[in-house]
């Protein structure tokens, strides 16, 4: 059984990516800046609206595993998709991405590979529509405890919590990866998502070993200003991550605090651009770098995100670390 660095574990969707303008956004019902979940007549709608469309693999946590296998570490991805044409896409282009699609694409059933259509409005902001089609499906069944388990650090997807099979086989992988030795954490994924499960995630604050999230995450997670956030959050968890949108992060593990400054860039495409952090964070966490060196990683990696269209990179991250003396 291959051992990983990283094993991520959330919603396997194809991205399809087209611009637009403000006016079409208020026309077609969409409300800007957020992920929003649509049911298959809306998908397949908004679809058949966008122009200039192209595709590729994504979901939050896949965006960041596919970083880190990109960065060269050995990289695992527990996901479902369909045995069509998407699902098929999705799977050998993780593959080609440097991360092992662990779970093979399942035969028969109705429900089709889930897909995210992505707005992006001329400030770079990005609306996101999404159809969660199998991916919803996940459980865990899914989940091959070896896989988890052999893993050094598992990353977690906040939304998998929107279904119950999807928080048993998020529960499940975090079980075996402890057993096994590694780490496990969660993105916080929206403030919406937390809003839904403000509970369950104040309680895997107090029981993972890393968690993160963007000033709006965890401000909903508290209900409170970030301030007064941050301090509860750093007194309950092994580790927290707090990105600011072009202002300061901050990292806390227990008496340990850094406060990493982001130049601020006008974004192309804001698309991944906390999924690609997270990868350089982790990146940073898995090779024993400090915290002022993990999350200048993770500012470098988004900042190459959202100078160009899609979620993933296109440039060499690792140059980008070594030209920074970070490597």
């Known amino acids: 059984m291959t051992s990983y660095k990283v094993v991520g574990i959330g919603n396997a969707i194809v991205d399809v990516i087209s611009q637009c303008d ?57 996901g479902r998709v369909h045995d069509d044409d998407l699902g098929r896409f999705y799977a050998s282009e993780m593959e080609a991405d440097g991360t092992d699609f662990v779970n093979p694409p399942v035969e028969g059933g109705e429900l089709p590979t889930s897909r995210s259509m992505i707005f992006v409005s001329p400030d770079g902001e990005r609306s996101m529509n999404t159809y969660l089609g199998i991916s919803a499906e996940l459980g865990p069944e899914d ?54 499960h403000r509970d369950d995630f104040r309680k895997l604050v107090r029981e993972l070993d890393y968690v993160i999230g963007n000033e709006h995450e965890w401000e909903a997670l508290y209900q409170t200003d970030l301030s007064t956030a941050l301090e509860q959050a750093a007194a309950e968890s092994g580790l927290v991550v707090c990105t600011r949108s072009g202002q300061d992060v901050v990292l806390v593990r227990g008496a340990e605090e850094a406060v990493v400054p982001v130049d601020e860039i006008v974004p192309v495409d804001a698309t991944g651009a906390g999924d690609q952090f997270a990868a350089g964070f982790l990146y940073g966490l898995a090779t024993g770098a400090s915290l002022e060196v993990s999350g200048r990683m993770g500012c470098i990696a988004a900042a190459e995100v959202i100078s160009h269209y899609g979620a993933r990179p296109e440039r060499d991250v690792m140059a980008l670390f070594r030209e920074a003396g970070l490597v």
Do not use: H
């Open 143 to 196: 989940v091959d405890a070896r896989v988890a388990g052999n893993a050094e650090i598992l990353f977690l997807e906040g939304y998998l919590y929107d279904k119950p099979k999807g928080k048993a086989a998020f529960e499940a992988a975090a079980r075996a990866c402890r057993a096994g030795g590694g780490k496990a954490g969660i993105a916080l994924s929206d403030p919406f998502c937390v809003d839904r």
């Open 22 to 78: 403000e006016g079409f956004l208020s026309r077609m019902g969409i409300e800007k800046g957020v992920m929003q979940l649509v049911e298959q007549d809306r998908g397949e709608f908004l679809y058949e609206q966008m122009e200039n469309r192209w595709q590729a693999p994504g979901g939050s946590v896949a965006n960041t595993i596919a970083g880190l296998g990109a960065l060269g570490l050995a990289t695992g991805f527990i």
